[in-house]
């Protein structure tokens, strides 16, 4: 009987560490699972992500650097938009339409209807031009007018053709100078039956054209 009870108390002496062993067993493991699941996560995806955007060196360099950047470049782009879109107008003005006026209008297509009415458009750009290198040159008038009433210079204003009623062809190309600018180089300011200055430019079957 008593060696009955000694090999109970000895058996249960055994047991208790080993069940110790058992059932911290599973918490060990739980452990070292949740230590290795910490350690994956610091090189996942999420926790790297988090740290570089809210508290790493890297985040604090880039994320307030690209919004500011990004502004700074969106200022740049629209001043830019802006130059252009300014420059753009300021070109179209220089290229298009000169500055003229409506007595210059009607003064030259009137002298075109004084001076060759019915000659070919050609001819017309030509008259109309000595009138526009005349308005530029320092020995004459500085205006349309002025140049076509210098006295003793178009005969047009002299024998009454001047108030000729002007076809459209006469508007148009008056028109066209005016917006466009002389289609003869500059120094030609002469234009006559014959020839004057001191040199020949071009010869038309109606006029010389002279510098």
């Known amino acids: 009987m008593l060696k009955i009870m000694l090999k109970k108390v000895i058996g249960i002496m055994c047991a208790v560490p080993l069940l110790a062993v ?3 067993a599973p918490v060990r493991i739980l452990a070292e699972e949740a230590e290795s699941g910490i350690s994956a996560g ?4 999420g926790s790297a992500d988090q740290e570089d955007a809210l508290s790493g060196p890297a985040g604090e360099a880039s994320v307030p650097g690209r919004a500011a950047e990004d502004s700074v470049s969106g ?3 629209s001043e830019g938009m802006a130059d252009g879109s300014a420059a753009g107008s300021a070109g ?3 290229a298009g339409t000169l500055s003229y006026t409506e007595d210059d209008l009607y003064v030259m297509a009137h002298v075109l ?3 060759c009415q019915s000659y070919p458009d050609e001819e017309q750009l030509y008259v ?3 009138v526009l290198n005349r308005k530029n040159h320092p020995s004459f008038p500085d205006t349309v007018r002025g140049v076509v009433f210098q006295k003793g210079q178009y005969t047009c204003t002299r024998d009454g053709n001047y108030y000729r009623e002007p076809t459209g062809r006469n508007w148009e190309n008056a028109r066209r100078l005016l917006e466009s600018g002389s289609v003869l180089p500059g120094h030609v300011i002469w ?5 004057q200055g001191r040199g020949v430019y071009i ?3 109606w006029h010389y054209y002279c510098y």
């Open 22 to 24: 058992l059932s911290l």
């Open 113 to 115: 209807a004084g001076e």
């Open 191 to 195: 234009q006559s039956g014959r020839r």
């Open 92 to 94: 179209e003005g220089e």
């Open 42 to 45: 610091e090189w996942g995806d």
């Open 203 to 205: 010869k038309t079957r």
């Open 75 to 77: 200022e740049e782009r």
């Open 128 to 130: 109309g031009s000595v």
